[in-house]
């Protein structure tokens, strides 16, 4: 028993011994684990020390390096400075240097001025007593008659500066009105439309011309007394031209003719039922264009058969201008023009759209067709200033009124701006030719040229026979010339070239 206990006592003395010696060696492992985790750890903190060191030795450098720059190119810019303020101090100084020689000169040129004042305050006093001795007369008379004198040189002052005022006065009416004409163009505008007096019907094939003619032309016979036109059918392929004077029959007749030649059926049973419906349907047409033409210019309270003779003008043209839209144009330029002067507004666009009126009869009355065309709207009971403005806006009869003035006025613009007529080639070519000949016919003239179709006239005179002073009169004589002798719309441009050339050879 007691063996036992001492043995587990030995037993559990050599357990305790091995445990601490177990617990002192991994106490020692874990001490060198740790130093050497420590030493690890402080060479890697030297390491990192030491490139943190490099790179702020680099930066440090850098940052130097910079700073040099900077301070070398902010000395540069001292510099430069430094130089342009000496230089615009030099600059300075010069001109102060000069300004103190002016001053000097003035003062001299002032002293010599008072020496001269004193001079001829002198001289003038020994000139009035001579006078006085040699015309016996005191200084009240001779201030008399210098008054006199000076009255007369102001009152030629005073009317040169009156033509002056006039003439700057009429300059600017002239930019009023023109500013004004400008104005009223750019706020209207129509399309440009091509003036016939025949109308060209295209035909599927050339065997159809036969079948319009008839046999022994028995069918155009009965198309042309229907229609009242000429139907003329000659080489021109696959088409044959309808040739009348007013325009309306002329559309009735070429809007027959087509639905004939689409139906095929030619015979003068048909062309006479053809041509009554078209009659019908153009009349329908021109009734319908006056009533948008009324409403479109904003004239209402029309009676219907001026709107009705107005709608006519949509198939009449003038150079090129269709004549239902040149009266919608001008009654717009009308109301515009109206406005800025001060005018009544609905008289002048009423003016402007009926003052055509009259081109939708005359080819049936007598007379003009301004005198027509008021005759009828005075019928049917229209304003009397209306109808003073359609009868005199081409001075037939006396103006009365400043609307009529206006519409005589609107009527022009509509018809000279550009693009609104043409004219045909032969007028053309005369007006060219009319304009060379007027330039030509004048002393010094050497040679001349109509450009941009006859808007400008190019003159080139012989130097030795025409001054620079005769050149600026010889442009304003054919200016003047040309407006006196010649219709043409918008306005000439006439330029006269004056040229002295030298010529040597080297030899």
Do not use: W
């Amino acid at each position: 028993m007691n063996e036992n206990i001492l043995l587990i006592v030995i037993a559990a003395l050599v357990g305790l011994a091995i445990g601490y010696g177990i617990r002192q060696f991994m106490y020692t492992r874990a001490k060198q684990i740790a130093r050497v985790e420590a030493e690890s750890i402080v060479n890697q903190a030297k390491e990192e020390a030491r490139d943190l060191t490099l790179q702020a030795k680099d930066e440090a450098i850098e940052i130097r390096e910079t700073a040099e720059k900077e301070v070398k190119r902010r000395r540069k810019e001292q510099n430069r400075e430094d130089n342009r303020i000496q230089r615009r101090r030099g600059e300075l100084d010069r001109r102060g240097d000069k300004l103190e020689q002016r001053e000097q000169t003035m003062n001299k040129r002032q002293s010599a001025l008072d020496r001269r004042g004193n001079e001829l305050d002198e001289l003038h006093k020994q000139a009035l007593e001579q006078l006085q001795e040699v015309s016996s007369m005191t200084t009240e008379e001779a201030r008399n008659i210098l008054m006199q004198e000076v009255e007369k040189e102001a009152r030629a002052d005073m009317a040169r500066i009156i033509r002056q005022i006039e003439a700057e006065a009429r300059e600017d009416g002239e930019k009023r009105a023109r500013k004004l004409i400008t104005l009223a163009i750019q706020r209207v505008a129509s399309e440009h439309v091509s003036e016939t007096t025949t109308s060209v019907v295209p035909l599927p094939s050339d065997e159809m011309k036969g079948r319009i003619i008839g046999r022994n032309g028995r069918n155009i016979r009965s198309f042309e007394q229907a229609a009242g036109v000429d139907v003329i059918v000659d080489d021109t392929p696959e088409a044959v031209t309808i040739s009348c004077f007013d325009p309306v029959r002329r559309e009735v007749a070429r809007r027959a003719l087509a639905k004939l030649v689409l139906d095929g059926r030619i015979h003068p049973a048909s062309i006479e039922k053809t041509i009554k419906k078209e009659e019908e349907e153009v009349e329908k047409t021109i009734v319908e264009a006056g009533e948008e033409a009324v409403y479109e210019a904003g004239v209402p309270n029309l009676h219907r058969e001026i709107v009705k003779t107005l709608g006519r003008l949509r198939y009449r043209t003038s150079y090129g201008q269709n004549q239902l839209a040149h009266a919608v144009e001008s009654s717009k330029v009308a109301s515009v023009i109206a406005a800025e002067l001060g005018a009544d507004v609905e008289l002048a666009k009423a003016g402007g759209l009926l003052h055509d009126i009259g081109k939708a009869m005359d080819h049936n009355l007598e007379g003009t067709h301004a005198g027509i065309g008021a005759e009828f709207i005075g019928r049917y009971g229209v304003n009397p200033v209306v109808v003073n403005a359609v009868a005199s806006h081409h001075h037939e009869v006396e103006q009365d009124t400043l609307e009529a003035i206006i519409v005589e006025t609107a009527d022009a613009i509509s018809g000279a701006r550009p693009g609104a007529r043409r004219e045909s080639l032969e007028q053309y070519v005369k007006r060219i030719k009319a304009l060379e000949e007027i330039a030509n016919s004048h002393t010094g003239v050497n040679q001349s040229y109509a450009l941009q179709a006859g808007r400008e006239v190019r003159i080139i005179v012989r130097p030795e026979d025409i001054d620079d002073l005769a050149a600026t009169r010889l442009a304003r004589d054919i200016a003047k010339q040309i407006e006196e002798s010649m219709q043409y719309p918008g306005q000439i441009k006439v330029t006269v070239i004056r040229e002295k050339r030298a010529v040597d050879y080297a030899k």
